[in-house]
C-alpha cells in the first residue's frame, strides 16, 4: 500500500491499537476471520500494529460449512490474510441446531477461535453490527443487559470496530487491494437480522432524518457504563442471600444481586430471563410459602426462613 495513508486505514489503526494497549511485546494475539470486509480489513490493519508492537499474531478462518463453496471462501481468505504477513489456519465446525441456526454458528465460532494460550481475540463487530443487536434487544423486550449490545472487551475478546461503520472497513480493504467476500445470508429474509439490515434500519434512518446507527450505538455504550455500576454495587452487597438485605435494596440493584446469585450457582446466562428474576423476586418481597424456583442449568433457588439458597436439580424434576 503506497502513497498517502488512507484515513480509514490510519483509523483503523488506531482502533486496534487502543484495544491493544494493555498488551505487551510476544503478547499472543488471534484475529477472527471470515473473509467479509470487516474481519480483512481488521486483519490488515491489525497486521500493521502486531508488526511494530512485537505481538504473535495469527488469524483463524472458520468454516462454517453452511453453504456451497465454503471451503473456496475460507481459502481464500486465508490466502489473503497470508498475503498480509499473517499466519491463517482454517478451522472446520459443525454447527447445531440449539438456539436457532445463528446462535449456534455463534457458539461454534467462538470455540473455534479460542486458542489456548491467546491474550486477546480480535472480532470484527462494527457500529452497524451494535446497531442491530440493540434492535434486536429492544423487539425480544429482554431488558437493559440485551439492549446494552456487544461490550468492547469481554474476557479475552475484543472488538476494536465498533466505533467504526460498516462501509469504512470496505474503504480499508479498497485501500489494502483486499477482496472480500459478500455473505448471501445477509440478505436472506429468513434471517431477521439480515432484515433489520436490508429493511428496517434503511427505513428508520428515512423517518428519523440519519444518524440512527450511531445513535443506537451510542445507547448501548451509556446502558454498558450503567450495567457496570450496577454490577459493581450488586457484588459489594455482603449478605446476598438474606431476605432483609434483598428486600431493602432497590429492586434494580436486588434484581443484580439475585441474577448474580442465580450464575454463581451454576444457573445458564443466556437462558436466565426476566421472567427468572422475576420469580426469584418474588421469594424476597411476596413469600407465600414457595418451595423453590427452578432455574435453567440444573439449579433451583429455595427460601427457607430469612434465607435463599441453591441447590441442583433432582433429575426428573
Same mark, same amino acid.
Given at each position: 500500500?503506497?502513497?498517502?495513508? #488512507?484515513?480509514?486505514?490510519?483509523? !483503523?489503526?488506531?482502533?486496534? =491499537?487502543?484495544?491493544?494497549?494493555?498488551?505487551?511485546?510476544?503478547?499472543?494475539?488471534?484475529?477472527?476471520?471470515?473473509? +467479509?470486509?470487516?474481519?480483512?480489513?481488521?486483519?490488515?490493519?491489525?497486521?500493521?500494529?502486531?508488526?511494530?508492537?512485537?505481538? /504473535?499474531?495469527?488469524?483463524?478462518?472458520?468454516?462454517?460449512?453452511?453453504?456451497? +463453496? $465454503?471451503?473456496?471462501?475460507?481459502?481464500?481468505?486465508?490466502?489473503?490474510?497470508?498475503?498480509?504477513?499473517?499466519?491463517? &489456519?482454517?478451522?472446520? *465446525?459443525?454447527?447445531?441446531?440449539?438456539?436457532?441456526?445463528?446462535? $449456534?454458528? @455463534? %457458539?461454534?465460532?467462538?470455540?473455534?477461535?479460542?486458542?489456548?494460550?491467546?491474550?486477546?481475540?480480535?472480532?470484527?463487530?462494527?457500529?452497524? /453490527?451494535?446497531?442491530?443487536?440493540?434492535?434486536?434487544?429492544?423487539? @425480544?423486550?429482554?431488558?437493559?443487559?440485551?439492549?446494552?449490545?456487544?461490550?468492547?472487551?469481554?474476557?479475552?475478546? @475484543?472488538?476494536?470496530?465498533?466505533?467504526? =461503520? @460498516?462501509?469504512?472497513?470496505?474503504?480499508?480493504?479498497?485501500?489494502?487491494?483486499?477482496?472480500?467476500?459478500? /455473505?448471501?445470508?445477509?440478505? #436472506?429474509?429468513?434471517? %431477521?437480522?439480515? =432484515?433489520?439490515?436490508?429493511?428496517?434500519?434503511?427505513?428508520?434512518?428515512? *423517518?428519523?432524518?440519519?444518524?440512527?446507527?450511531?445513535?443506537?450505538?451510542?445507547?448501548? !455504550?451509556?446502558?454498558?457504563?450503567?450495567?457496570?455500576?450496577?454490577? &459493581?454495587?450488586?457484588?459489594?452487597?455482603?449478605?446476598?442471600?438474606?431476605?432483609?438485605?434483598?428486600?431493602?435494596?432497590?429492586?434494580?440493584?436486588?434484581?443484580?444481586?439475585?441474577?448474580?446469585?442465580?450464575? &454463581?450457582? !451454576?444457573? &445458564?446466562?443466556?437462558?436466565?430471563?426476566?421472567?427468572?428474576?422475576?420469580?426469584?423476586? %418474588?421469594?424476597?418481597?411476596?413469600?407465600?410459602?414457595?418451595?423453590?424456583?427452578?432455574?435453567?442449568?440444573?439449579?433451583?433457588?429455595?427460601?427457607?426462613?430469612?434465607?435463599?439458597?441453591?441447590?441442583?436439580?433432582?433429575? !426428573?424434576?
Amino acid at each position: 500500500m503506497g502513497g498517502a495513508l #488512507d484515513p480509514a486505514v490510519a483509523t !483503523g489503526r488506531n482502533l486496534v =491499537r487502543g484495544a491493544l494497549a494493555d498488551l505487551g511485546p510476544g503478547s499472543r494475539v488471534v484475529v477472527g476471520v471470515s473473509g +467479509g470486509a470487516d474481519s480483512l480489513a481488521l486483519a490488515a490493519v491489525t497486521a500493521f500494529v502486531a508488526d511494530r508492537a512485537a505481538y /504473535d499474531l495469527s488469524a483463524v478462518i472458520v468454516d462454517h460449512q453452511l453453504q456451497a +463453496g $465454503s471451503a473456496q471462501v475460507a481459502a481464500r481468505a486465508a490466502e489473503q490474510v497470508a498475503g498480509l504477513g499473517v499466519r491463517a &489456519e482454517v478451522v472446520e *465446525v459443525e454447527v447445531g441446531t440449539a438456539g436457532g441456526p445463528e446462535a $449456534s454458528a @455463534r %457458539r461454534a465460532r467462538y470455540e473455534a477461535l479460542r486458542r489456548p494460550g491467546a491474550d486477546a481475540i480480535l472480532l470484527a463487530h462494527t457500529l452497524d /453490527d451494535q446497531a442491530e443487536t440493540v434492535l434486536l434487544g429492544l423487539g @425480544r423486550g429482554s431488558g437493559p443487559r440485551s439492549i446494552a449490545g456487544m461490550s468492547p472487551v469481554d474476557g479475552s475478546l @475484543r472488538r476494536p470496530f465498533l466505533a467504526l =461503520r @460498516r462501509s469504512t472497513t470496505e474503504q480499508i480493504c479498497r485501500a489494502y487491494g483486499l477482496e472480500w467476500w459478500t /455473505d448471501p445470508h445477509n440478505a #436472506d429474509p429468513a434471517y %431477521r437480522r439480515a =432484515r433489520l439490515r436490508r429493511e428496517a434500519l434503511p427505513l428508520l434512518e428515512e *423517518v428519523l432524518g440519519g444518524g440512527v446507527a450511531e445513535a443506537l450505538a451510542r445507547t448501548a !455504550g451509556q446502558l454498558a457504563s450503567d450495567n457496570a455500576c450496577l454490577d &459493581e454495587l450488586a457484588a459489594a452487597v455482603a449478605t446476598p442471600l438474606d431476605v432483609a438485605t434483598l428486600a431493602a435494596l432497590h429492586p434494580a440493584l436486588r434484581s443484580r444481586v439475585l441474577r448474580r446469585g442465580a450464575l &454463581e450457582a !451454576g444457573a &445458564e446466562a443466556s437462558d436466565l430471563a426476566a421472567t427468572h428474576l422475576a420469580e426469584l423476586d %418474588r421469594l424476597v418481597t411476596d413469600w407465600r410459602g414457595q418451595q423453590r424456583i427452578e432455574l435453567p442449568g440444573g439449579v433451583a433457588c429455595v427460601r427457607k426462613g430469612d434465607s435463599l439458597s441453591y441447590v441442583r436439580t433432582p433429575v !426428573g424434576g
